[in-house]
C-alpha cells in the first residue's frame, strides 16, 4: 500500500488549504485512513480520521470545526480541508493507512504512512 500526499504549503492565518492522499495498492474501503501532523519540538498528533464504514471523521480538539476529512471512494483519495488556519497549525502533515479510527496516537494502529507534505501558517 502506497500513499501519497499533497497540496502543502504556505498560507497566512486565516487561510484554507486542502491536503490530498492518493491511495495505491489498496482501496479507501479497506482501512481507516487518518491525518498525523508533527511539529518540530511537538508530540506526533493525529488531527483527524476517519473509518472505513462511516463517513464521519473524528478530530482532534485542536482541529474540530476547522479541519474536515472525507474520502473519494472512486478516485481513492482521501481530503482533509482545513479552514482558519493558524500558526500553531505548522506541521508536516501525513496520511496513513489505520487498523481503526481513534486521535489518540497512543492507541492508534498504523499500518502504512505516506511521505509528508509541509503546511506553514504564517501570522
Known amino acids: 500500500v502506497q500513499l501519497q500526499a499533497s497540496g502543502g504549503g504556505f498560507v497566512h492565518a486565516g487561510d484554507s488549504l486542502r491536503l490530498s492522499c492518493l491511495i495505491s495498492?489498496?482501496?479507501?474501503?479497506?482501512?481507516?485512513f487518518g491525518w498525523i501532523r508533527q511539529a518540530p519540538g511537538k508530540e506526533r498528533e493525529v488531527v483527524s480520521c476517519m473509518s472505513r464504514y462511516s463517513n464521519n471523521g473524528e478530530y482532534a480538539n485542536s482541529v474540530a470545526g476547522r479541519f474536515k476529512i472525507t474520502r473519494d471512494n472512486a478516485k481513492n483519495l482521501v481530503y482533509l480541508d482545513m479552514n482558519n488556519l493558524q500558526p500553531e497549525d505548522t506541521a508536516v502533515y501525513y496520511c496513513?493507512?489505520?487498523?481503526?479510527?481513534?486521535?489518540?496516537?497512543?492507541?492508534?494502529?498504523?499500518?502504512?504512512w505516506g511521505q509528508g507534505t509541509l503546511v506553514t501558517v504564517s501570522s
Open positions: 495498492g489498496s482501496t479507501v474501503a479497506d482501512y481507516a
Open positions: 496513513a493507512a489505520l487498523g481503526f479510527c481513534i486521535v489518540d496516537p497512543a492507541l492508534a494502529d498504523f499500518r502504512f
